[in-house]
T-cell receptor, first 115, second 110 residues
Framework: DAGVIQSPRHEVTEMGQEVTLRCKPISGHDYLFWYRQTMMRGLELLIYFNNNVPIDDSGMPEDRFSAKMPNASFSTLKIQPSEPRDSAVYFC?????????????FGDGTRLSIL | RKEVEQDPGPFNVPEGATVAFNCTYSNSASQSFFWYRQDCRKEPKLLMSVYSSGNEDGRFTAQLNRASQYISLLIRDSKLSDSATYLCVVRNTGGFKTIFGAGTRLFVKA
């Protein structure tokens, strides 16, 4: 079975550019999560969706960040304009939220470097 | 104070050793608990869920102490392949907001 698929795997761009990260959750999963991981701050939850609806975006660092989930099989995380401090690994995860103890399954992540 | 706290380590142990990690959480209403494993430059992967009565999966044993608000992970007969970062994960009530600890690094040496 296919897991969570993220693209691109690596992204290097100059500050000020728009960055779009993509995620395809596991088929049938109704929860989707976006995380950011850095050495300094560890793994931080940015936003999560349930049935394509954003439930909690309190972790989104600022207005430069936005996330959408237009359908059950696709989500994007956009940074505009990007800054060097946005450099991190961004993970997407999905889970089947029938019960609260369902674990999350992570994609391989996108390694983002803003120069 | 962080919601989930772990000793960052590193723990350096020889093969065959038994090692234990603890994790404390601050929200008494936390509902679900997990241990994840993360290898260098890889994604986190579920190691095991943690149940109230404690649970075991091969060489791994997880325990939950709600009164003291901590969970633990015990690894017996450590293998070289156990070298990784172990993340304590807490899910709070009222939704699926999930908090990850910063992780404990384990190095198992031959």
């Amino acid at each position: 079975d296919a897991g969570v698929i993220q693209s691109p795997r690596h992204e290097v761009t100059e500050m000020g550019q728009e960055v779009t990260l993509r995620c395809k959750p596991i088929s049938g999963h109704d929860y989707l999560f976006w995380y950011r991981q850095t050495m300094m701050r560890g793994l931080e939850l940015l936003i999560y969706f349930n049935n394509n609806v954003p439930i909690d975006d309190s972790g989104m660092p600022e207005d430069r960040f936005s996330a959408k989930m237009p359908n059950a099989s696709f989500s994007t995380l956009k940074i505009q304009p990007s800054e060097p401090r946005d450099s991190a690994v961004y993970f997407c995860a999905s889970s089947l939220g029938v019960a609260v103890n369902q674990p999350q399954h992570f994609g391989d992540g996108t390694r983002l470097s803003i120069l | 104070r962080k919601e989930v706290e772990q000793d960052p380590g590193p723990f350096n142990v020889p093969e065959g050793a038994t090692v234990a990690f603890n994790c404390t959480y601050s929200n008494s209403a936390s509902q679900s608990f997990f241990w994840y494993r993360q290898d260098c430059r890889k994604e986190p992967k579920l190691l095991m869920s943690v149940y109230s009565s404690g649970n075991e999966d091969g060489r791994f044993t997880a325990q939950l102490n709600r009164a003291s608000q901590y969970i633990s992970l015990l690894i017996r007969d450590s293998k070289l392949s156990d070298s990784a970062t172990y993340l304590c994960v807490v899910r709070n009530t009222g939704g699926f907001k999930t908090i990850f600890g910063a992780g404990t690094r384990l190095f198992v040496k031959a």
